[in-house]
């Protein structure tokens, strides 16, 4: 059972990240060609694309071959949500890890789950309003009002945010990778993937859409672009 889940999850991650390529280029033109419009609806289906990713990557992490035993992947499954589902994977991913070292593990766990909260979980409640239909105004769980939090949250989305929840995700998932397959390689790796991660993190904070968009229509390749639709009577 697991190795069929294993491969089937394998599969549908090989299709989502050929669609990340396509909507990644299918932004850049509606930034190029300044369609707004369709970048907004663009946004919405990446950020939708990114929660698809977590849940299926996560699928395939936790049915690893010699990741977990079966009764390990049941008590998994059995958590209520996403959240719980992800804490006591990366419990028992370090329970499977050899040392005496308490203090270094609880300060492993401490940082991957601050990163999870982050950039996992809180990204997942975003789309799980944008699946509802909730593409402008947000509403509450029992959705009798407006929850003006969130909608202000969904307001501030854009494709460039969405698109660093892939790379730190990545980075993340690296992480409980090494522990579930390879201790050898948690020890080599881990706290250099960390300081990468947290680079990341600091050197694109101030990263925005409209950065992103500075950055190609200030492009040769978009000056080349521009100057073969003024000809083609595009613009």
């Known amino acids: 059972m697991a190795e069929e889940i294993f491969i089937a999850s394998t599969e549908n991650l090989k299709d989502l990240k050929k669609q990340r390529k396509r909507i990644y280029a299918l932004v850049n033109r509606a930034i190029r060609e300044k369609k707004d419009a369709d970048l907004t609806s663009l946004t919405k289906v990446y950020a939708l694309l990114y929660s698809a990713y977590v849940e299926t990557s996560f699928l395939k992490l936790i049915h690893t071959p010699k990741a977990f035993t079966e009764s390990e992947i049941m008590q998994i499954m059995a958590e209520h949500n996403l959240e719980e589902k992800w804490v006591k994977c990366v419990n028992l991913a370090f329970n499977r890890l050899n040392t005496t070292n308490l203090g270094e593990v609880a300060n492993k766990k401490q940082t991957l789950n601050r990163l999870m909260q982050e950039y996992i979980i809180k990204p997942s409640l975003i789309r799980n309003k ?27 989305l854009d494709f460039v945010k969405i698109e660093r929840y892939f790379c730190i995700y ?6 409980i990778l090494d522990l579930l397959i390879s201790h050898k390689t948690h020890f080599r790796d881990y ?18 859409l409209e950065t992103k968009k500075h950055k190609i229509v200030s492009s ?13 009577g595009a613009y």
Do not use: P, R
Not at 130 to 136: L, M, N, R, S, T
Not at 191 to 208: F, G, N, R
């Open 220 to 232: 040769i390749k978009y000056q080349n672009y521009k100057e073969k639709y003024y000809k083609n």
């Open 191 to 208: 706290y250099q993937i960390i300081a990468e991660l947290k680079d990341y993190i600091e050197s694109t904070k101030s990263w925005s």
């Open 130 to 156: 944008v699946a509802h239909g909730q593409w402008i105004y947000c509403l509450n769980s029992d959705c009798t009002k407006i929850n003006q939090n969130t909608t202000t949250q969904i307001g501030n």
């Open 170 to 175: 990545d980075k993340f998932h690296q992480c």
